[in-house]
């Protein structure tokens, strides 16, 4: 197999190590420059990048050495060629022996032809990078472990409110890392403008308008950490040109951006075994990184640590630091509840008089339930809304958190435990 020495281990790779040695399939899916690549092929015997031409004039003149050679085979961007998903399905279904397969994609197109290939591709998400991926901090409070009730609550660490805004700003895209701020914004810029002219193309919708999508995806940037509505959300992006884009468009736009893993909504909390009602299923909404918002917006670590906010505004609570650093959390948060076999949602009453950011829920129905704060000390009103939903879960909910800007883990008298963000850890 192939294996890089420089390689960055990723919290995906103990998830595909299990995998992989029992199912004969899974289908790595996740935006581009996310690392997919480079984390299948540390287990490909055979690789067939289908983003390239030769390669892909190969497959096309016969097909049937896409399945062919030594396992595990690695199909790269296999929704450049459509018909790959089914040949794989189909050599799952003559010989199911684990390890064979590896697919990764940057987009989920939306094909009749494509079979589901349910029972036979299993598909994981890999999301950008985690602050402990990053390597920022050594995590020391374990999210595996909370949802167990094993884990103690400690730990310090030299990371304050400037180096998360720093991480905000540069983001988890593995290949878009550099020391240069202005490479760090040209990257980044690029990555959108790659969107806006190929993403949505992939994805099996036609941009007929660029700018307007642009100020669409800006004013979606500005909504991050809101479940306000599309049409808020079109409205803040056409405030005053009389161009409204048609709400079909705007539900295209989102299906689009989700198709190509570049929206990551979180859905409302739908509780398995409590008696809890009167819950919104509204989405919040998120970016699959927090750079991303940054860079549409057009602002700087500097200006979102004096309270600045872009030039496109939605109705939120709190400042915009605040919303990209709950968008931090959850890309963390969505990581390690993955390796634990565990979903997560936000939970918000109807009334929204009770919320709670995260519920992170395992297979069991065992729960913890994590608010964050843009703070390095939690008032003692921060955590109400953790102490109700413990009221109403019970034991099912055994823990709570807050995830903070501090510089020390540890729990309070009341049982809620004070995380600072980066050291949370799978």
């Known amino acids: 197999m192939s294996a890089s020495t420089d390689y960055r281990r990723r919290v995906l790779d103990d998830e595909l190590d299990e995998l992989l040695a029992g199912l004969p399939a ?40 896409l399945v062919q050679g030594p396992e595990p085979i690695l199909i790269d961007e296999w929704q450049r060629w459509q018909p790959s998903w089914d040949l794989v399905r189909r050599a799952v279904d003559d010989r199911p022996t684990p390890g ?14 494509t079979h589901s290939g349910a029972g036979r591709i299993v598909t994981v998400r890999m999301r950008p990078m985690t602050l402990a991926e990053r390597g920022v901090d ?21 990371i304050g409110l400037r180096e998360y805004t720093d991480e905000i700003v540069h983001g988890g895209f593995p290949g878009i ?16 403008g790659r969107i806006v002219d190929r993403g949505f193309d992939e994805a099996g919708q036609q941009v007929r308008n660029p700018n307007g999508l642009r100020r669409w995806m800006t004013a979606f940037a500005a909504a991050t950490g809101t479940t306000t509505t599309l049409e808020k959300i079109r409205d803040a992006a056409t405030a005053g040109d009389g161009n409204t884009p048609a709400r079909s468009t705007v539900q295209a736009y989102r299906e689009a951006l989700e198709r190509i893993w570049i ?48 030039d496109i505004t939605v109705p939120r609570d709190g400042t915009l630091l605040g919303a990209l650093f709950e968008s931090l959390a959850a890309l963390s948060v969505r990581v390690y509840a993955q390796g634990a076999e565990a979903e997560v949602a936000h939970l918000r009453t109807k009334t929204g008089d009770r919320e709670v950011d995260f519920v992170v829920e395992r297979h069991d129905g065992r729960t913890i339930a994590i608010e964050v704060k843009l703070a390095e000390t939690p008032t003692p009103h921060d955590p109400r809304h953790l102490l109700w939903l413990k009221d109403r879960l019970g034991d099912n909910l055994v823990d709570m958190v807050v995830l903070t800007t501090g510089k020390r883990a540890y729990r309070r008298q009341d049982g809620v435990a004070i995380v600072p963000l980066a050291l949370l850890g799978p």
């Open 177 to 192: 890392q550099s020391a240069s701020l202005r490479v760090q914004r040209s990257q980044l810029a690029g990555y959108i």
């Open 138 to 158: 050594v995590p020391t409070v374990s999210l595996a472990r909370l949802l167990d009730g094993t884990d103690t609550i400690q730990g310090d660490t030299r």
């Open 100 to 113: 064979r397969f590896l697919l990764t994609g940057s987009a989920s197109p939306q094909t009749p032809q």
């Open 263 to 310: 929206a990551d909504p979180l859905p409302g909390y739908v509780p398995t075994m409590s008696r809890l009602n009167r819950l919104t299923t509204s989405p919040k909404w998120y970016l699959a990184d927090p750079a991303l918002a940054v860079s549409l917006l057009g602002v700087t670590a500097d200006k979102l640590l004096a309270g600045g906010e872009g």
């Open 26 to 65: 899974i289908s790595i899916d996740g935006p581009k420059g996310v690392g997919k690549t480079a984390t299948a092929t540390q287990r490909a015997a055979t690789i067939h990048r289908l983003d390239e031409t030769a390669t892909l004039a190969v497959v096309l003149a016969e097909t049937s050495s």
